[in-house]
Protein backbone atom coordinates (compact mmCIF):
# COMPACT_ATOMS: atom_id res chain seq x y z
CA UNK A 1 0.00 0.00 0.00
CA UNK A 2 2.90 2.23 -0.91
CA UNK A 3 1.17 3.99 -3.20
CA UNK A 4 -1.54 5.41 -1.14
CA UNK A 5 1.03 6.68 0.70
CA UNK A 6 2.83 8.62 -1.78
CA UNK A 7 -0.15 10.00 -3.34
CA UNK A 8 -1.73 11.19 -0.35
CA UNK A 9 1.63 13.01 0.27
CA UNK A 10 0.97 14.53 -3.14
CA UNK A 11 -2.31 15.63 -2.26
CA UNK A 12 -2.40 16.82 1.26
CA UNK A 13 1.15 17.79 1.86
CA UNK A 14 1.70 20.31 4.15
CA UNK A 15 5.40 22.06 3.58
CA UNK A 16 5.15 24.04 6.66
CA UNK A 17 5.11 20.51 9.27
CA UNK A 18 8.01 18.83 7.30
CA UNK A 19 5.41 16.29 6.21
CA UNK A 20 5.01 16.76 2.41
CA UNK A 21 7.37 18.30 -0.17
CA UNK A 22 5.11 20.66 -1.87
CA UNK A 23 1.83 22.09 -1.70
CA UNK A 24 -0.33 19.93 -1.57
CA UNK A 25 -2.62 19.27 -4.82
CA UNK A 26 -6.07 19.38 -3.08
CA UNK A 27 -5.30 23.27 -1.39
CA UNK A 28 -3.96 24.48 -4.82
CA UNK A 29 -6.59 23.13 -6.58
CA UNK A 30 -9.48 24.13 -3.83
CA UNK A 31 -8.05 27.81 -4.14
CA UNK A 32 -8.26 27.55 -8.06
CA UNK A 33 -12.23 26.55 -7.42
CA UNK A 34 -12.82 28.75 -4.99
CA UNK A 35 -11.66 31.94 -7.11
CA UNK A 36 -13.11 30.57 -10.10
CA UNK A 37 -16.66 30.32 -9.02
CA UNK A 38 -16.59 33.66 -7.22
CA UNK A 39 -14.45 35.35 -10.40
CA UNK A 40 -17.66 33.44 -12.37
CA UNK A 41 -20.48 35.54 -9.84
CA UNK A 42 -19.07 38.55 -10.40
CA UNK A 43 -18.73 37.86 -14.34
CA UNK A 44 -22.40 36.42 -14.43
CA UNK A 45 -23.42 40.37 -12.30
CA UNK A 46 -21.11 41.90 -15.24
CA UNK A 47 -22.61 40.07 -17.86
CA UNK A 48 -26.24 41.36 -16.72
CA UNK A 49 -24.63 45.28 -16.16
CA UNK A 50 -22.94 45.28 -19.75
CA UNK A 51 -26.38 44.03 -21.18
CA UNK A 52 -28.18 46.44 -19.04
CA UNK A 53 -25.76 49.43 -19.92
CA UNK A 54 -26.33 49.19 -23.39
CA UNK A 55 -30.04 49.14 -22.99
CA UNK A 56 -29.54 52.35 -20.82
CA UNK A 57 -31.40 50.25 -17.76
CA UNK A 58 -30.08 49.88 -14.69
CA UNK A 59 -29.56 46.31 -14.02
CA UNK A 60 -29.57 44.04 -10.66
CA UNK A 61 -28.90 46.59 -7.97
CA UNK A 62 -30.32 45.86 -5.13
CA UNK A 63 -29.01 42.92 -3.61
CA UNK A 64 -25.51 44.74 -1.88
CA UNK A 65 -23.99 47.86 -3.13
CA UNK A 66 -24.59 48.37 -7.00
CA UNK A 67 -25.97 44.87 -6.72
CA UNK A 68 -22.60 43.62 -6.20
CA UNK A 69 -23.94 40.62 -4.34
CA UNK A 70 -27.04 39.77 -7.05
CA UNK A 71 -25.31 36.20 -8.12
CA UNK A 72 -24.95 35.08 -4.72
CA UNK A 73 -28.99 35.64 -4.22
CA UNK A 74 -29.18 34.04 -7.17
CA UNK A 75 -27.55 31.30 -5.70
CA UNK A 76 -29.14 30.77 -2.85
CA UNK A 77 -32.57 31.16 -4.45
CA UNK A 78 -31.76 28.18 -6.73
CA UNK A 79 -30.32 26.17 -3.85
CA UNK A 80 -33.61 26.21 -2.47
CA UNK A 81 -35.98 25.93 -4.65
CA UNK A 82 -37.94 22.36 -5.44
CA UNK A 83 -35.95 20.42 -8.29
CA UNK A 84 -38.91 19.31 -10.49
CA UNK A 85 -38.18 16.34 -12.68
CA UNK A 86 -40.78 15.66 -15.22
CA UNK A 87 -42.57 12.40 -15.22
CA UNK A 88 -41.48 11.42 -18.34
CA UNK A 89 -38.28 12.07 -18.49
CA UNK A 90 -35.10 9.74 -18.20
CA UNK A 91 -34.40 10.55 -14.49
CA UNK A 92 -30.54 9.32 -14.40
CA UNK A 93 -29.90 11.19 -17.37
CA UNK A 94 -31.92 14.13 -16.87
CA UNK A 95 -29.46 14.77 -13.89
CA UNK A 96 -26.55 13.36 -15.37
CA UNK A 97 -26.51 15.98 -17.99
CA UNK A 98 -25.64 19.34 -15.89
CA UNK A 99 -23.58 17.23 -13.71
CA UNK A 100 -21.43 16.61 -16.99
CA UNK A 101 -21.82 20.19 -18.23
CA UNK A 102 -20.39 21.80 -14.86
CA UNK A 103 -17.74 18.98 -14.54
CA UNK A 104 -16.29 19.24 -17.79
CA UNK A 105 -16.03 22.79 -17.63
CA UNK A 106 -13.91 22.78 -14.18
CA UNK A 107 -12.01 20.24 -15.71
CA UNK A 108 -10.85 22.34 -18.36
CA UNK A 109 -9.12 24.98 -15.85
CA UNK A 110 -6.83 22.12 -14.34
CA UNK A 111 -4.53 22.86 -17.87
CA UNK A 112 -4.89 26.63 -17.59
CA UNK A 113 -1.85 28.53 -16.61
CA UNK A 114 -2.89 31.43 -14.90
CA UNK A 115 1.08 32.52 -14.44
CA UNK A 116 3.88 31.00 -14.86
CA UNK A 117 3.79 27.57 -14.21
CA UNK A 118 1.03 27.97 -12.53
CA UNK A 119 -1.23 24.95 -13.55
CA UNK A 120 -3.05 22.38 -11.43
CA UNK A 121 -1.10 20.42 -14.55
CA UNK A 122 1.47 21.49 -16.72
CA UNK A 123 1.19 19.03 -19.45
CA UNK A 124 2.77 18.31 -22.70
CA UNK A 125 -0.65 18.49 -24.41
CA UNK A 126 -2.20 20.91 -22.70
CA UNK A 127 -4.16 23.06 -25.57
CA UNK A 128 -5.34 19.72 -27.07
CA UNK A 129 -6.61 18.79 -23.80
CA UNK A 130 -8.76 21.95 -23.60
CA UNK A 131 -9.62 21.79 -27.48
CA UNK A 132 -11.01 17.52 -25.89
CA UNK A 133 -12.95 19.08 -23.12
CA UNK A 134 -14.75 21.47 -24.92
CA UNK A 135 -15.61 18.83 -27.52
CA UNK A 136 -17.16 17.31 -25.09
CA UNK A 137 -19.03 20.35 -23.73
CA UNK A 138 -21.90 19.45 -26.19
CA UNK A 139 -22.77 16.28 -24.35
CA UNK A 140 -24.35 17.67 -21.26
CA UNK A 141 -26.41 19.44 -23.34
CA UNK A 142 -27.36 16.71 -26.02
CA UNK A 143 -28.22 14.40 -23.34
CA UNK A 144 -29.86 17.03 -21.20
CA UNK A 145 -32.14 17.84 -24.36
CA UNK A 146 -33.23 14.09 -24.96
CA UNK A 147 -33.57 13.00 -21.80
CA UNK A 148 -36.28 16.05 -20.54
CA UNK A 149 -38.45 14.15 -23.39
CA UNK A 150 -39.54 17.17 -24.56
CA UNK A 151 -39.88 18.81 -27.72
CA UNK A 152 -38.37 22.41 -27.16
CA UNK A 153 -35.41 20.74 -25.67
CA UNK A 154 -34.84 17.79 -28.01
CA UNK A 155 -34.86 20.68 -31.08
CA UNK A 156 -32.20 22.49 -28.41
CA UNK A 157 -30.11 19.27 -28.43
CA UNK A 158 -30.28 18.85 -32.27
CA UNK A 159 -28.92 22.25 -32.98
CA UNK A 160 -26.65 22.01 -30.29
CA UNK A 161 -24.57 18.51 -31.88
CA UNK A 162 -24.76 20.22 -35.15
CA UNK A 163 -23.59 23.83 -34.58
CA UNK A 164 -20.88 22.79 -31.65
CA UNK A 165 -19.20 19.91 -33.97
CA UNK A 166 -19.31 22.24 -36.37
CA UNK A 167 -17.11 25.65 -34.98
CA UNK A 168 -14.87 22.84 -32.96
CA UNK A 169 -13.26 22.45 -36.82
CA UNK A 170 -12.33 26.09 -37.18
CA UNK A 171 -11.68 26.05 -33.49
CA UNK A 172 -9.14 23.04 -33.89
CA UNK A 173 -7.48 24.79 -37.12
CA UNK A 174 -7.02 28.21 -35.77
CA UNK A 175 -4.86 26.72 -32.88
CA UNK A 176 -3.08 24.63 -35.59
CA UNK A 177 -2.05 27.71 -36.80
CA UNK A 178 -1.01 28.64 -33.78
CA UNK A 179 0.78 25.58 -32.83
CA UNK A 180 3.01 25.98 -35.97
CA UNK A 181 4.49 29.53 -34.52
CA UNK A 182 5.10 28.06 -31.06
CA UNK A 183 5.78 24.45 -32.25
CA UNK A 184 4.92 23.02 -28.97
CA UNK A 185 1.49 21.87 -27.06
CA UNK A 186 2.14 22.93 -24.00
CA UNK A 187 -0.05 26.20 -22.78
CA UNK A 188 3.50 27.59 -20.74
CA UNK A 189 4.93 27.26 -23.91
CA UNK A 190 2.76 28.80 -26.00
CA UNK A 191 2.51 32.20 -23.48
CA UNK A 192 6.52 31.70 -23.63
CA UNK A 193 6.95 31.94 -27.02
CA UNK A 194 4.99 35.10 -26.99
CA UNK A 195 7.05 37.14 -25.03
CA UNK A 196 10.25 35.33 -26.56
CA UNK A 197 9.71 36.31 -30.10
CA UNK A 198 7.45 38.38 -32.05
CA UNK A 199 7.22 41.77 -34.10
CA UNK A 200 8.22 43.74 -30.74
CA UNK A 201 11.79 42.17 -30.89
CA UNK A 202 11.87 41.84 -34.67
CA UNK A 203 11.19 46.12 -34.47
CA UNK A 204 13.78 46.22 -31.98
CA UNK A 205 11.24 47.52 -29.37
CA UNK A 206 11.02 44.31 -27.19
CA UNK A 207 9.51 46.36 -23.61
CA UNK A 208 6.39 47.24 -26.18
CA UNK A 209 5.83 43.70 -25.00
CA UNK A 210 2.05 43.63 -26.49
CA UNK A 211 2.83 43.92 -29.96
CA UNK A 212 4.77 40.32 -29.85
CA UNK A 213 1.45 38.43 -28.79
CA UNK A 214 -0.41 36.72 -31.69
CA UNK A 215 -3.09 38.50 -32.24
CA UNK A 216 -1.36 40.92 -34.56
CA UNK A 217 0.53 38.56 -37.01
CA UNK A 218 -2.52 36.04 -37.02
CA UNK A 219 -5.09 38.90 -36.60
CA UNK A 220 -7.54 36.94 -39.06
CA UNK A 221 -7.35 33.94 -36.89
CA UNK A 222 -7.87 35.77 -33.56
CA UNK A 223 -11.21 37.14 -35.22
CA UNK A 224 -12.04 33.66 -36.53
CA UNK A 225 -10.93 32.44 -33.05
CA UNK A 226 -13.44 34.81 -31.17
CA UNK A 227 -16.77 34.38 -33.30
CA UNK A 228 -15.44 30.44 -33.22
CA UNK A 229 -15.72 30.83 -29.78
CA UNK A 230 -19.15 32.74 -29.34
CA UNK A 231 -21.09 29.73 -31.19
CA UNK A 232 -19.08 26.96 -29.30
CA UNK A 233 -20.30 28.35 -26.08
CA UNK A 234 -23.66 28.86 -27.35
CA UNK A 235 -23.17 32.75 -26.34
CA UNK A 236 -25.35 34.97 -28.41
CA UNK A 237 -25.26 35.67 -31.22
CA UNK A 238 -25.27 32.63 -31.68
CA UNK A 239 -27.51 30.62 -29.40
CA UNK A 240 -30.15 29.17 -31.35
CA UNK A 241 -29.38 26.33 -28.88
CA UNK A 242 -31.74 28.34 -25.94
CA UNK A 243 -32.76 30.48 -28.41
CA UNK A 244 -36.50 32.34 -26.33
CA UNK A 245 -37.88 33.27 -29.39
CA UNK A 246 -38.43 30.23 -30.55
CA UNK A 247 -37.13 27.31 -28.19
CA UNK A 248 -38.60 28.80 -25.11
CA UNK A 249 -35.00 27.97 -23.28
CA UNK A 250 -33.69 25.43 -25.56
CA UNK A 251 -32.64 22.18 -23.97
CA UNK A 252 -32.31 23.81 -20.75
CA UNK A 253 -36.91 24.38 -20.52
CA UNK A 254 -37.47 21.65 -18.06
CA UNK A 255 -34.87 22.16 -15.52
CA UNK A 256 -35.21 24.25 -12.18
CA UNK A 257 -33.40 24.51 -9.08
CA UNK A 258 -29.91 22.98 -8.47
CA UNK A 259 -30.04 21.10 -12.12
CA UNK A 260 -30.71 24.79 -13.73
CA UNK A 261 -27.96 26.19 -11.59
CA UNK A 262 -25.52 23.67 -12.50
CA UNK A 263 -26.11 24.14 -16.24
CA UNK A 264 -26.01 27.60 -15.64
CA UNK A 265 -22.12 27.75 -13.85
CA UNK A 266 -20.65 25.24 -16.07
CA UNK A 267 -21.84 27.41 -18.87
CA UNK A 268 -20.21 30.57 -17.42
CA UNK A 269 -17.29 28.65 -17.13
CA UNK A 270 -16.74 27.26 -20.11
CA UNK A 271 -17.43 30.92 -21.52
CA UNK A 272 -14.65 31.65 -19.22
CA UNK A 273 -12.49 28.72 -20.31
CA UNK A 274 -12.62 29.98 -23.97
CA UNK A 275 -11.81 33.35 -22.79
CA UNK A 276 -8.74 32.22 -21.22
CA UNK A 277 -8.09 30.23 -24.58
CA UNK A 278 -7.81 33.12 -26.22
CA UNK A 279 -5.74 34.94 -23.84
CA UNK A 280 -3.29 32.34 -23.86
CA UNK A 281 -3.78 31.52 -27.35
CA UNK A 282 -3.78 35.93 -28.83
CA UNK A 283 -2.78 38.04 -25.90
CA UNK A 284 0.29 36.28 -24.43
CA UNK A 285 -1.11 34.72 -21.43
CA UNK A 286 -0.16 36.26 -18.13
CA UNK A 287 2.88 38.67 -19.62
CA UNK A 288 1.86 42.26 -19.11
CA UNK A 289 1.42 44.13 -22.08
CA UNK A 290 4.13 46.45 -21.74
CA UNK A 291 7.62 45.07 -19.66
CA UNK A 292 8.32 48.08 -17.61
CA UNK A 293 8.36 48.44 -13.77
CA UNK A 294 5.05 50.00 -13.39
CA UNK A 295 3.23 47.36 -15.21
CA UNK A 296 5.53 44.18 -14.26
CA UNK A 297 4.97 45.13 -10.67
CA UNK A 298 1.97 43.69 -11.17
CA UNK A 299 1.40 39.84 -10.65
CA UNK A 300 1.20 37.87 -13.67
CA UNK A 301 -2.38 36.27 -12.13
CA UNK A 302 -4.11 39.25 -12.33
CA UNK A 303 -3.03 40.43 -15.36
CA UNK A 304 -4.35 36.89 -17.14
CA UNK A 305 -7.46 37.51 -14.96
CA UNK A 306 -7.84 41.17 -16.42
CA UNK A 307 -7.59 40.23 -19.94
CA UNK A 308 -9.71 37.28 -19.67
CA UNK A 309 -12.37 39.97 -18.34
CA UNK A 310 -11.61 41.89 -21.45
CA UNK A 311 -12.28 39.34 -23.60
CA UNK A 312 -15.82 38.51 -21.69
CA UNK A 313 -16.35 42.05 -21.94
CA UNK A 314 -15.79 41.18 -26.00
CA UNK A 315 -18.14 38.47 -25.46
CA UNK A 316 -20.81 40.34 -23.62
CA UNK A 317 -20.77 43.39 -25.83
CA UNK A 318 -21.76 41.00 -28.50
CA UNK A 319 -24.86 39.54 -26.56
CA UNK A 320 -25.77 43.22 -26.42
CA UNK A 321 -25.17 44.50 -29.83
CA UNK A 322 -25.47 41.77 -32.45
CA UNK A 323 -29.18 40.45 -32.91
CA UNK A 324 -29.50 36.61 -33.42
CA UNK A 325 -28.22 34.90 -36.23
CA UNK A 326 -30.58 32.55 -38.36
CA UNK A 327 -29.49 28.53 -38.26
CA UNK A 328 -28.60 27.97 -41.45
CA UNK A 329 -26.61 31.15 -41.84
CA UNK A 330 -24.84 29.92 -38.75
CA UNK A 331 -24.07 26.94 -40.33
CA UNK A 332 -23.28 28.93 -43.83
CA UNK A 333 -20.71 31.00 -42.07
CA UNK A 334 -18.92 28.18 -39.82
CA UNK A 335 -18.38 25.55 -43.01
CA UNK A 336 -18.39 28.16 -45.81
CA UNK A 337 -16.51 30.95 -44.53
CA UNK A 338 -14.05 30.08 -41.58
CA UNK A 339 -13.29 26.39 -42.57
CA UNK A 340 -11.75 27.77 -46.10
CA UNK A 341 -10.39 31.27 -44.26
CA UNK A 342 -8.46 29.24 -41.57
CA UNK A 343 -7.34 26.00 -43.55
CA UNK A 344 -6.30 28.48 -46.14
CA UNK A 345 -4.43 30.62 -42.90
CA UNK A 346 -2.62 27.25 -41.38
CA UNK A 347 -1.19 26.63 -45.46
CA UNK A 348 -0.16 30.15 -45.82
CA UNK A 349 1.15 30.35 -42.07
CA UNK A 350 2.79 27.12 -42.58
CA UNK A 351 4.82 28.51 -45.94
CA UNK A 352 5.76 31.53 -44.26
CA UNK A 353 7.52 29.49 -41.42
CA UNK A 354 9.23 27.44 -43.41
CA UNK A 355 10.17 30.02 -46.14
CA UNK A 356 11.43 32.56 -43.24
CA UNK A 357 12.66 30.41 -40.72
CA UNK A 358 10.54 32.30 -38.31
CA UNK A 359 8.72 30.68 -35.19
CA UNK A 360 10.05 29.80 -31.66
CA UNK A 361 10.22 25.53 -32.45
CA UNK A 362 9.48 24.52 -29.34
CA UNK A 363 12.22 26.62 -27.57
CA UNK A 364 14.63 24.57 -29.76
CA UNK A 365 16.58 27.34 -31.99
CA UNK B 1 0.43 -2.58 -6.56
CA UNK B 2 1.57 1.09 -7.89
CA UNK B 3 -1.21 3.98 -8.88
CA UNK B 4 -0.46 3.04 -12.52
CA UNK B 5 -1.51 -0.18 -12.01
CA UNK B 6 -4.36 0.50 -9.75
CA UNK B 7 -6.05 3.02 -12.46
CA UNK B 8 -5.45 0.35 -15.18
CA UNK B 9 -7.48 -1.83 -13.57
CA UNK B 10 -9.98 1.34 -13.11
CA UNK B 11 -9.89 2.10 -16.36
CA UNK B 12 -10.08 -1.11 -17.93
CA UNK B 13 -12.81 -2.76 -15.79
CA UNK B 14 -15.23 0.35 -16.67
CA UNK B 15 -14.39 -0.41 -20.27
CA UNK B 16 -14.95 -3.74 -20.41
CA UNK B 17 -18.28 -3.01 -18.25
CA UNK B 18 -19.58 -0.49 -20.56
CA UNK B 19 -18.78 -2.54 -23.80
CA UNK B 20 -20.92 -5.49 -22.01
CA UNK B 21 -23.53 -2.59 -21.43
CA UNK B 22 -23.35 -1.29 -25.45
CA UNK B 23 -24.86 -4.63 -26.63
CA UNK B 24 -27.24 -5.07 -23.56
CA UNK B 25 -28.78 -2.06 -22.93
CA UNK B 26 -32.18 -1.88 -24.37
CA UNK B 27 -32.59 1.79 -24.63
CA UNK B 28 -30.37 2.58 -27.79
CA UNK B 29 -29.21 6.13 -26.91
CA UNK B 30 -28.06 4.34 -23.38
CA UNK B 31 -26.41 1.56 -25.51
CA UNK B 32 -24.66 4.52 -27.26
CA UNK B 33 -23.81 6.82 -24.30
CA UNK B 34 -22.10 3.69 -23.04
CA UNK B 35 -19.74 3.42 -25.93
CA UNK B 36 -18.88 7.00 -25.43
CA UNK B 37 -18.11 5.90 -21.81
CA UNK B 38 -15.88 2.87 -23.12
CA UNK B 39 -14.16 5.51 -25.91
CA UNK B 40 -13.38 7.42 -22.64
CA UNK B 41 -12.05 4.93 -20.63
CA UNK B 42 -9.96 3.58 -23.64
CA UNK B 43 -8.60 7.12 -23.76
CA UNK B 44 -7.73 6.57 -20.01
CA UNK B 45 -5.75 3.30 -21.14
CA UNK B 46 -3.62 5.39 -24.01
CA UNK B 47 -2.79 7.78 -21.25
CA UNK B 48 -1.72 4.94 -18.92
CA UNK B 49 0.61 3.28 -21.74
CA UNK B 50 1.97 6.73 -21.93
CA UNK B 51 0.50 7.48 -25.74
CA UNK B 52 -1.01 10.92 -24.50
CA UNK B 53 -1.42 12.37 -28.38
CA UNK B 54 -3.34 9.04 -28.91
CA UNK B 55 -5.29 9.36 -25.95
CA UNK B 56 -6.37 12.86 -26.70
CA UNK B 57 -7.14 12.43 -30.33
CA UNK B 58 -9.48 9.69 -29.50
CA UNK B 59 -11.46 11.98 -27.52
CA UNK B 60 -11.40 14.99 -29.71
CA UNK B 61 -12.05 12.87 -32.50
CA UNK B 62 -14.34 9.85 -31.86
CA UNK B 63 -15.97 11.36 -28.45
CA UNK B 64 -16.09 14.63 -29.55
CA UNK B 65 -17.04 14.46 -33.40
CA UNK B 66 -17.94 11.07 -34.51
CA UNK B 67 -19.97 9.92 -31.42
CA UNK B 68 -21.79 13.12 -31.21
CA UNK B 69 -22.83 12.37 -34.76
CA UNK B 70 -23.60 8.81 -34.09
CA UNK B 71 -25.41 10.10 -30.94
CA UNK B 72 -27.80 11.94 -33.25
CA UNK B 73 -28.51 9.58 -35.47
CA UNK B 74 -30.08 7.60 -32.91
CA UNK B 75 -31.74 10.18 -31.16
CA UNK B 76 -33.38 10.64 -34.23
CA UNK B 77 -34.64 7.56 -35.74
CA UNK B 78 -37.18 5.60 -33.98
CA UNK B 79 -35.85 1.98 -33.36
CA UNK B 80 -38.13 -0.09 -32.26
CA UNK B 81 -36.00 -2.33 -29.83
CA UNK B 82 -38.65 -5.49 -29.47
CA UNK B 83 -38.27 -6.53 -33.51
CA UNK B 84 -34.65 -5.50 -33.76
CA UNK B 85 -34.41 -8.30 -31.22
CA UNK B 86 -36.42 -10.86 -33.10
CA UNK B 87 -34.31 -10.75 -35.55
CA UNK B 88 -31.26 -11.80 -33.50
CA UNK B 89 -31.19 -15.25 -33.82
CA UNK B 90 -30.94 -15.22 -37.90
CA UNK B 91 -28.11 -13.14 -37.27
CA UNK B 92 -26.41 -15.02 -34.59
CA UNK B 93 -23.90 -17.04 -36.52
CA UNK B 94 -22.50 -14.25 -38.75
CA UNK B 95 -22.20 -12.46 -35.85
CA UNK B 96 -20.23 -15.34 -34.12
CA UNK B 97 -17.89 -15.73 -36.93
CA UNK B 98 -16.79 -12.35 -36.80
CA UNK B 99 -16.47 -12.52 -33.21
CA UNK B 100 -14.05 -16.07 -33.43
CA UNK B 101 -11.97 -14.27 -36.40
CA UNK B 102 -11.53 -11.07 -34.15
CA UNK B 103 -10.47 -13.40 -31.00
CA UNK B 104 -8.44 -15.77 -32.72
CA UNK B 105 -6.41 -12.65 -34.05
CA UNK B 106 -6.11 -11.41 -30.63
CA UNK B 107 -5.06 -14.16 -29.49
CA UNK B 108 -2.07 -14.10 -32.49
CA UNK B 109 -1.03 -10.90 -31.42
CA UNK B 110 -1.40 -11.57 -27.79
CA UNK B 111 0.92 -14.76 -28.69
CA UNK B 112 3.66 -13.25 -30.49
CA UNK B 113 4.35 -11.02 -27.26
CA UNK B 114 4.37 -14.71 -25.30
CA UNK B 115 6.27 -17.05 -28.37
CA UNK B 116 8.90 -14.11 -29.60
CA UNK B 117 9.93 -11.08 -27.29
CA UNK B 118 12.63 -10.11 -29.00
CA UNK B 119 10.36 -9.93 -31.97
CA UNK B 120 7.75 -7.47 -30.86
CA UNK B 121 8.46 -3.97 -31.89
CA UNK B 122 11.46 -4.82 -34.33
CA UNK B 123 8.96 -3.59 -37.57
CA UNK B 124 9.13 -0.48 -35.35
CA UNK B 125 11.39 2.83 -35.42
CA UNK B 126 13.74 2.87 -32.05
CA UNK B 127 11.90 5.07 -29.66
CA UNK B 128 13.97 8.65 -28.10
CA UNK B 129 12.85 8.50 -24.62
CA UNK B 130 13.50 12.06 -24.22
CA UNK B 131 11.20 13.30 -27.07
CA UNK B 132 7.56 13.93 -26.26
CA UNK B 133 5.26 11.50 -27.93
CA UNK B 134 3.58 14.34 -30.16
CA UNK B 135 6.86 15.39 -31.81
CA UNK B 136 7.93 11.89 -32.55
CA UNK B 137 4.83 10.99 -33.76
CA UNK B 138 4.83 13.47 -36.39
CA UNK B 139 8.11 12.91 -36.93
CA UNK B 140 7.83 9.37 -37.99
CA UNK B 141 4.42 10.25 -39.62
CA UNK B 142 5.65 12.71 -41.76
CA UNK B 143 9.29 11.26 -42.69
CA UNK B 144 9.20 7.92 -43.30
CA UNK B 145 5.05 7.03 -43.69
CA UNK B 146 4.29 10.05 -45.79
CA UNK B 147 3.50 8.74 -48.75
CA UNK B 148 1.15 6.18 -46.73
CA UNK B 149 -0.03 9.03 -44.58
CA UNK B 150 -1.19 11.30 -47.73
CA UNK B 151 -2.42 8.05 -49.50
CA UNK B 152 -5.03 7.38 -46.04
CA UNK B 153 -5.79 11.39 -46.92
CA UNK B 154 -6.96 10.84 -50.23
CA UNK B 155 -8.69 7.78 -49.23
CA UNK B 156 -10.58 9.82 -46.76
CA UNK B 157 -11.58 12.67 -49.19
CA UNK B 158 -12.54 10.40 -51.88
CA UNK B 159 -14.91 8.89 -48.92
CA UNK B 160 -15.82 12.38 -48.44
CA UNK B 161 -16.63 13.70 -51.49
CA UNK B 162 -18.55 10.18 -52.41
CA UNK B 163 -20.93 10.36 -49.56
CA UNK B 164 -21.77 14.08 -50.31
CA UNK B 165 -22.49 13.18 -54.05
CA UNK B 166 -24.63 10.09 -53.02
CA UNK B 167 -26.85 12.37 -50.96
CA UNK B 168 -26.88 15.88 -52.92
CA UNK B 169 -30.03 16.03 -54.90
CA UNK B 170 -30.26 19.00 -57.13
CA UNK B 171 -33.84 20.50 -57.19
CA UNK B 172 -34.71 22.49 -60.04
CA UNK B 173 -37.59 25.40 -59.63
CA UNK B 174 -37.18 26.14 -55.66
CA UNK B 175 -36.03 29.48 -54.71
CA UNK B 176 -32.65 29.48 -53.39
CA UNK B 177 -30.57 32.40 -51.47
CA UNK B 178 -27.83 33.66 -52.85
CA UNK B 179 -26.25 35.45 -50.31
CA UNK B 180 -23.94 37.75 -53.12
CA UNK B 181 -26.68 39.27 -54.19
CA UNK B 182 -28.14 39.96 -50.73
CA UNK B 183 -24.93 41.68 -49.94
CA UNK B 184 -24.31 43.23 -52.96
CA UNK B 185 -27.59 45.29 -52.72
CA UNK B 186 -27.71 48.73 -52.14
CA UNK B 187 -30.45 50.82 -50.87
CA UNK B 188 -30.41 53.28 -53.96
CA UNK B 189 -31.15 50.56 -56.18
CA UNK B 190 -34.11 48.88 -53.54
CA UNK B 191 -35.63 51.79 -51.59
CA UNK B 192 -37.73 55.07 -52.93
CA UNK B 193 -38.54 57.54 -50.92
CA UNK B 194 -41.98 59.15 -51.94
CA UNK B 195 -43.74 62.53 -50.81
CA UNK B 196 -47.65 61.38 -49.97
CA UNK B 197 -50.11 63.70 -50.12
CA UNK B 198 -52.65 63.01 -47.40
CA UNK B 199 -55.77 61.30 -48.74
CA UNK B 200 -54.44 60.44 -52.08
CA UNK B 201 -52.10 57.37 -52.19
CA UNK B 202 -49.80 56.59 -54.76
Redesign the interface.
Known amino acids: ?3 IL ?2 LDYLLGIPFLGWGEQIGFVYKALALLVGLLIFTAFILLGDRKVWAAVQMRRGPNVVGPFGLLQSFADLIKFGVKEAVIPAGADKV ?1 FLLAPLITATLALAGWAVVPVDNGWAMAN ?3 GI ?2 L ?2 IS ?2 G ?2 GV ?2 GG ?1 ASNSKYP ?1 FG ?2 RA ?2 Q ?2 SY ?1 VSI ?1 LVIITVLLCVGS ?1 NLNDIVIAQSEMGLAHALGVPWLSFLNWFWLPLFPMFVVFYISALAETNRPPFDMVEGESELVAGFMTEYSSTPYLLFMLGEYIAILLMCAMTTILFLGGWAAPIDLPPFTWIPGVIWFFIKVTLVFFMFAMAKAIVPRYRYDQLM ?1 IGWKLFLPLSLLMVVIVAFVLQLTGWGWH ?1 GIA | ?3 PL ?1 FFYVFSAITVASAFMVISARNP ?2 AV ?1 FL ?1 LAFVNAAGLFMLAGA ?2 LA ?2 L ?2 VY ?3 VA ?2 F ?2 VV ?2 IDVDFAELKSGLLSYAPIGMVVGAILFLELLLVAGSFVIAPDMVGAGGLPIDATM ?4 ALGLVLYTRYVFLFQGAAAVLLVAMIGAIVLTLRHRTGIKRQS ?1 ASQLGRKPSETVRNVKVKSGQGL
Open positions: MDFSALINILYLGSLVYIIWFALAAMVEGLRG | MTLFVHLIEFLLIVVGAVLLFMMDNTRT
